[in-house]
């Protein structure tokens, strides 16, 4: 396993240097580079300084104390951490102890036991997934780690396309500590999905209403190994902490937080689960094209996305409306439908209809996306150029505000009428064709009627992860 050895006096003070507010329980001298150092156990974390100096101690909580070995060649003790950087990627570190006693390795390992990480995780791989390396990813970047901070594991290779679905559906986890997917952002999905229906059955609610908060899953968290094409969830999840250690290291730290999902539905039937975006329009025809084009491998996607300038937009007419996301009223919102709002004009001429799951934060101090949050943004292009709104999608992890398109925030619900009933035209009947396509998380589906809702339901699934804005 790789690590990066740490000589105390060098290390990075502002990321481990934490304020520990904590009862001691065990204080010893010990020697780090040969030189007399008191180390002390308390109940939040560890702590090493110089006698007389305590003030510039280093201290490490426990969650991001990974292990602590025994002497080996070397006769020294090694303490291997997690050190975060200012990105929120996680690196494992190490610090050489001498002279610690067996007492104090002992109540170490106690701590670090008690400190709230999965003893035992549910993993599924997708070896098909991006690059196909999922199994790769798993062997070399998770095992070894899940194995030295004393993690028991069942893994399962899905077999074929929505196996996910079926083992989320049919899969009893009251015993695990945490589900983990290795793959992308299609394999989660799929679980999320099995996951979804499996609850709604048990809880007996009718989790087609599409006016109803559908039943939060009481399930173990989530964790996402990328290993996949577009890994979106991932860093979002891990705010902004990016690549297979940092999910791996945010996994065994075991923080966990509650994720919002979209619930959309259509002809009064739950059709998806979305945890990245629903977008409808012109997202949808540029997958729906590049599905055509498989053979041409990696490149359909430049040809398709060059083709699509060229080609020119696809207007639909659609009544869109929303409800907004109500402070204080438990996320939720009246039953009433008087509070729908029709985004003006009544029928919109436009060619892209996009939504992230994620509340959009931009005060005066802090911006960023927060997939644990209350609310969400929609984003109507009609004006703007096809290249402001692929530009607005792809940089959401950057938030940067999408530019002269229609935007709606703090938006709770959503629901898109398209008004077009019979074609005049070859073209318009080749457009109403396309009408049918919506794009959920980089997966085109076919609705099956002229009208679908989106609902944002919050605090839905537990992740592995860290908070953005922490
Ligand atoms: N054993 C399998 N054989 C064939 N297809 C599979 C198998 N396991 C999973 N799949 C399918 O692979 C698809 C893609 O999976 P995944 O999300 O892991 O990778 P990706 O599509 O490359 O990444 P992303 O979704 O992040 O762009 C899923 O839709 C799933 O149905």
Redesign the pocket.
């Given at each position: 396993m790789e690590s990066k050895s740490e000589n105390i006096s060098q290390t990075n003070k502002e990321t481990v240097n934490q304020n520990l507010e904590e009862t001691v329980i065990f204080t010893e001298v010990v020697k780090i580079k040969g030189k007399g150092n008191i180390l002390t156990v308390g109940l939040a974390g560890l702590k090493v300084f110089k006698k007389s100096k305590e003030a510039s101690a280093i201290t490490f909580k426990w969650p991001d104390v990974l292990c602590i070995l025994p002497p080996q060649k070397c006769s020294e003790t090694v303490l291997q951490y997690i050190h975060h950087e200012a990105n929120n990627t996680l690196l494992i570190k190490t610090l050489q102890i001498q002279e610690i006693s067996e007492q104090c390795v002992h109540l170490i390992n106690q701590q670090i036991a008690a400190s709230g990480r999965p003893k035992k995780l549910f993993v599924v791989i997708?070896?098909?997934?991006?690059t196909g390396k999922?199994l790769q990813i798993y062997h070399e970047e998770a095992e070894p780690l899940f194995k030295v901070a004393g993690i028991e594991t069942t893994v399962i290779v899905?077999?074929?396309?929505?196996?996910?679905t079926q083992i989320g559906e049919s899969t009893d986890f009251s015993h695990y500590d945490g589900i983990v997917v290795v793959?992308?952002?299609?394999?989660?999905q799929?679980l999320l999905q099995g996951l979804t229906l499996q609850e709604q059955k048990k809880s007996g609610i009718n989790y087609d209403n599409p006016d109803t908060d559908l039943v939060k899953l009481n399930v173990p968290p989530i964790g996402i190994i990328p290993?996949?094409?577009?890994?979106?969830a991932t860093k979002y999840y891990n705010a902004g902490g990016f690549g297979a250690k940092t999910s791996v290291l945010n996994i065994i730290r075991g923080e966990q937080h509650r994720a919002s999902v979209f619930g959309v539905y259509c002809n009064n039937k739950l059709f998806s689960i979305s945890h990245l975006f629903v977008a409808y329009g012109m997202c949808a025809d540029l997958i729906k094209w590049a599905e055509e084009l498989r053979w041409m491998k990696k490149w359909r996607y430049l040809y398709v996305f060059l083709g699509q300038f060229l080609s020119g937009k696809r207007y639909f007419e659609a009544e869109v409306q929303y409800r907004p996301f109500v402070a204080g009223s438990g996320g939720g919102v009246s039953s009433s439908l008087s509070d729908w709002i029709n985004l003006e004009p009544a029928v919109q001429h436009c060619y892209s209809i996009y939504a992230f799951p994620y509340e959009f934060v931009d005060t005066e101090n802090k911006k960023y996306v927060d997939p644990f949050g209350q609310c969400c943004q929609l984003v109507v292009s009609s004006g703007c150029s096809q290249l402001s709104t692929i530009k607005s999608m792809v940089a959401v992890s950057k938030t940067s505000s999408p530019g002269n398109m229609e935007v709606v925030n703090n938006v709770k619900e959503f629901k898109v009428k398209l008004q077009r009933e019979n074609a005049t035209n070859p073209r318009e009947a080749k457009n109403m064709e396309l009408e049918k396509f919506i794009n959920i998380d980089?997966?085109l589906l076919s609705l099956d009627s002229k009208e679908f809702s989106v609902r944002l339901q919050t605090s839905f699934v537990p992740v592995f992860g860290k908070a953005p804005n922490a």
């Open positions: 997708n070896p098909f997934g991006g999922g899905t077999e074929r396309s929505k196996h996910a793959g992308g952002d299609g394999l989660y799929e290993a996949g094409t577009g890994n979106a980089g997966e």
